[in-house]
């Protein structure tokens, strides 16, 4: 009886919120996508891949600011899968957050989870994906957010917005890669091409037909919405002759300022104005990989599409591409992100956190479960913890249902050895401990995290993705943070807004957020191969007091483990 009276209240709470928050010039939208395998062809080779509604990639969301949105997903495949709604905030509601056993069961085949949310304060460019292991290589769209009725952008109205998915492509089936990989514990094969909205381009075999093109008249201006889908690779994107005006990042918007080039993290998203003020001709657009491990393989293949005025009919310009490990380029070009104005800074904190994050290796006995560098299995950790999912229930259900001996509450705040992370790394520090570990905070509090890069194997950027926050980027820098000098040339007048940061090769990345969402949260890698290896773990934001600061009930149909 209690226990159907807590959930009657909650429910009555998700009524008055959907009521109080679809009001006026907001709308409700309902979509259906059906999870299938689907027969594509790329480089010449046809195989089975699983899309969401039979394209790829996936259909586009488009709402306002203010929206309520039910997507149903169905499941018509044989592996069971997620949605996760990559840099929506989802207050108060984590259960439609999507990560697989974090704050969900995936939904089974034949089975159906309905994911209920309402755009809260944002717009600008997101995406969807799929959060179950490799699936995202293929489940993947666009999550376009306008703002509400009435409201305008903060720059003149363009006349095309056009959505540009960066992603990656294998010949081979990706879940044999990845099951490869991990039996191995050696590094997966990399990919076979680069991706523009699925499609490899014509400097490809057999791709020429496919290549996308979009035709514009002189004197256009035009919306780029730039995503990374890329399951494993940071991107450069530019467009040959023409300069790209910097608006929004991860859908917020920033200061504007002019680039030639852009760089792109897993995750992350980028919004870019386009004048078509150029020779009447058509342009390749082209995407190409920035990657910042030494020694190691990466695709190095160069993607393109086609941006072509109407009636031009000449030979696409190929534009000129930075190197592969153009860390300078990208420097530059983050350096330059600012929030458009002075904003609210947490200047004092309650939580100081300091995470070392990288690769690390696990001992074991030479054979074919051991083909990682002298005999090892890869890792990857944070704080020298290697995360391990539940797989009989889901963080989130143990958390609020008090199920004991899923996770424990002592993920460390710092490094439990302090080292040169940087430099020579002795080989001793080079294997995490595994567990489930998870870190609270108090409703409310001010969090900084300095993401510490390591030279464990090798110094790499890495793209760090924290699920239902947005947060400021304070600082970066190379080599070792240094809490005494570096924290006096923070930015806390105009720090731009992220929910994915790509903490630098060799470097860090110091962010403050406000604990102001309640649930279990995870904060990962977006280098899948990363996540795999263990590079995760979550925050628990316990409640605040009011309703407004209480986690919402979970679902009737939350899937069950």
């Known amino acids: 009886m209690e226990s159907n009276l807590v959930f009657i209240v909650g429910l009555l709470a998700i009524l008055l919120t959907l009521v109080s928050m679809t009001k006026a010039n907001e709308a409700t939208h309902y979509y259906e996508f059906n999870v299938q395998e689907q027969t594509v062809t790329r480089l010449c080779k046809s195989h089975q891949i699983l899309t969401v509604n039979g394209q790829f990639p996936g259909p586009i969301v488009e709402v306002r600011n203010g929206d309520a949105v039910t997507v149903k997903v169905t499941n018509k495949a044989r592996y069971n899968v997620t949605i996760h709604w990559h840099g929506l905030r989802q207050m108060q509601n984590p259960w439609a957050d999507g990560p697989e056993f974090v704050t969900q069961c995936p939904i089974r085949s034949g089975n159906s989870y309905t994911y209920r949310f309402i755009i809260q304060d944002q717009e600008g460019t997101l995406w969807w994906h799929a959060h179950s292991r490799w699936l995202r290589a293929t489940v993947y769209g666009a999550l376009i957010i306008h703002p509400k009725l009435g409201f305008s952008y903060p720059f003149p109205k ?67 919405r730039v995503i990374n889908a890329a399951l494993n690779q940071q991107l450069f994107f530019t467009v040959a002759n023409h300069k790209l005006t910097v608006v929004a990042t991860d859908a917020v918007y920033t200061k504007p300022f002019a680039t030639d080039v852009i760089m792109v993290g897993p995750g992350q998203t980028t919004d870019v104005l386009l004048t078509a003020n150029q020779k009447p001709g058509r342009y390749y657009m082209a995407a190409r990989a920035y990657a910042s491990a030494r020694n190691a393989p990466f695709d190095n293949t160069t993607a393109t599409a086609i941006l072509e005025y109407k009636s031009a009919t000449s030979r696409p310009i190929l534009p000129p591409l930075p190197a592969y490990n153009d860390t300078n380029t990208v420097t530059a070009f983050s350096n330059q992100l600012k929030s458009p104005e002075k904003v609210n800074v947490p200047t004092k904190f309650d939580q100081s956190l300091f995470f070392a994050i990288g690769f690390g290796f696990f001992n074991c006995s030479p054979g074919p479960r051991c083909q990682g560098p002298n005999n090892t299995r890869f890792g990857a950790s944070m704080n020298n913890v290697s995360f391990v999912l539940p797989s ?78 947005h947060f400021y980027v304070v600082g970066q820098g190379f080599g070792n943070f240094n809490p005494s000098s570096d924290p006096a040339r923070f930015n806390l007048i105009d720090p731009p807004q992220r929910n994915t940061i790509d903490v630098p090769v060799g470097g860090w990345a110091a962010i403050r957020f406000v604990a102001d969402n309640p649930g279990v949260w995870l904060m990962h890698c977006h280098i899948d191969t990363h996540l795999a290896w263990g590079f995760a773990m979550a925050f628990i934001v316990e409640d605040g007091v009011g309703l407004s600061q209480k986690l919402l009930p979970p679902p009737s149909d939350l899937p069950r483990c």
């Open 392 to 469: 009989r229930v889901s963080l989130l259900q143990a958390y609020t249902n008090k199920i004991p001996n899923i996770y424990t509450t002592d993920f460390p705040p710092t490094p439990p050895v302090k080292f040169d992370y940087t430099g020579s790394v002795p080989r001793g520090l080079w294997q995490p401990i595994r567990g489930t570990k998870l870190y609270n905070l108090k409703f409310g509090s001010n969090v900084q995290i300095v993401l510490q890069d390591t030279n464990i194997f090798t110094t790499e950027d890495h793209p760090v993705h924290l699920h239902g926050y």
């Open 158 to 224: 363009p006349k095309l917005e056009l959505p540009i998915v960066l992603g990656e492509w294998w010949t081979r089936d990706i879940v044999s890669v990845m099951q490869q990989a991990l039996f191995s514990g050696a590094a997966p094969n990399i990919s076979d091409a680069l991706t523009i909205n699925g499609q490899p381009g014509d400097l490809f075999k057999c791709s020429q037909q496919g290549t996308v093109r979009y035709t514009v008249n002189p004197g256009d201006t035009v919306l780029l």
